[in-house]
């Protein structure tokens, strides 16, 4: 059974905006860092966010490319991380992967945004932004 299901996907308009939800109500492992990623065929995966739990409140991160235009937020009662995205560029398109099992952290600032340190993936939702 899938422990991490993304939803919200769909096609827009330059501008538009879109809002992906991870519900990781299954996934019953360690919550150090939740992420987004996406992907285009024949490129690697790339980190969009990521947000991970601190005693003092989530610590949150983001690629260069989409800091100001998207937000991500998790709901801890609902056991669900969100993605809103807005202002989108054709740039965005590409399958979105709620990740889970992140580093902790100690780990290094590049770490949360890197593929290989979560343990636990979704099968993706598809975006696409036309011009």
Known sequence: Q???VESGGGSVQA???LRLSCDA???TYSRNCMGWFRQNPG???EGV???CADAGGDRIYYADSVKGRFTTSQ???ENKVYLQMDNLKPADTGSYYCAAGGPG???SYGDFLNP???AYWGRGTQVTVSA
């Open 2 to 4: 899938e422990q991490l």
């Open 15 to 17: 501008g538009g905006s």
């Open 25 to 27: 109500s299954r996934y």
């Open 43 to 45: 490129t690697e995966r």
């Open 49 to 51: 966010a990521a947000i």
């Open 75 to 77: 709901n801890y009662y």
């Open 105 to 107: 952290s100690g780990s």
């Open 116 to 118: 290989s340190k979560y």
